[in-house]
């Protein structure tokens, strides 16, 4: 099943093109990836004071996880409300992950799959493995549709998110079938950044036994620093 089939699909907007808003975007991430929280705050909230929806979003991303200000989801909650009020796929992502874990917000499963269906609609592909976690254990219809789940952490992976390959990896796995959850291990790889890399390692180090060696050598490959 496609992700159209899955969770529709919007209408394309048209591209921003770069200007001083996202200039201070760009160089407030610089801050924030050399470790100068608060440069990058600063930056994020001058950007945001152009009501544009992707600095809006950051400035919430700042006070949701304490980039250079005190932590506050209940002021992240606002910045990504607006986003979304414009229809930004990221705001509507991060305000399922508050709605899921009730944090800033009363805890609402519901209104989280709402918002994940609004991300993936928005082309947010780790909202289609956040849809099949959802259907795995319950949290939607009160009962674990595993089917369903499967169809989104596909739709997921195809997208190119190494969380839900791995998802698919670790249920075809539990199934005994060795050969296709390898397959989705391995093609989870080269999708992924170093701390999946090792949470994968890890998970293979635990359950390969006889079957998964060679993705396990592969994964411990991924896992050394490049030169």
């Not at 529709?8 to 200007?19: A, E, I, K, M, N």
């Not at 006070?63 to 990504?80: C, D, I, P, T």
């Amino acid at each position: 099943m496609s992700t159209k089939e899955l969770v529709g699909v919007l209408p394309p907007t048209s591209h921003t093109p770069l200007d001083t808003v996202h200039v201070h975007l760009l160089i407030g991430q610089i801050q924030l990836n050399n470790g100068n929280a608060a440069g990058a705050f600063n930056l994020f909230a001058l950007a945001a004071q152009s009501g544009q929806p992707q600095a809006l979003n950051m400035l919430g991303r700042a006070y949701e996880q304490g980039w250079g200000v005190k932590r506050s989801a209940a002021h992240a909650v606002l910045y990504f409300q607006s986003a979304a009020e414009q229809d930004y796929g990221w705001a509507y992502f991060n305000l399922a992950d508050l709605y899921l874990a009730g944090d800033g917000v009363p805890q609402d499963t519901e209104k989280a799959f709402t918002y994940y269906v609004q991300a993936a609609r928005k082309g947010v592909n780790k909202a289609l493995n956040m849809l099949g976690t959802l259907h795995e254990n319950g949290s939607i219809a009160g009962q674990a549709d595993l089917e369903k789940a499967c169809q989104y952490f596909k739709a997921g992976a195809e997208a190119g998110d190494c969380w839900a390959a791995f998802n698919m990896g670790r249920i075809l796995y539990t199934h005994q079938k060795y050969d296709q959850a390898a397959q989705w291990f391995e093609y989870s790889l080269p999708l992924g950044f170093m701390a999946y890399w090792q949470a994968l390692k890890m998970f293979l180090l635990e359950y390969d036994g006889l079957f998964l060696k060679e993705v396990y050598q592969k994964t411990i490959q991924f896992c050394e620093p490049q030169t």
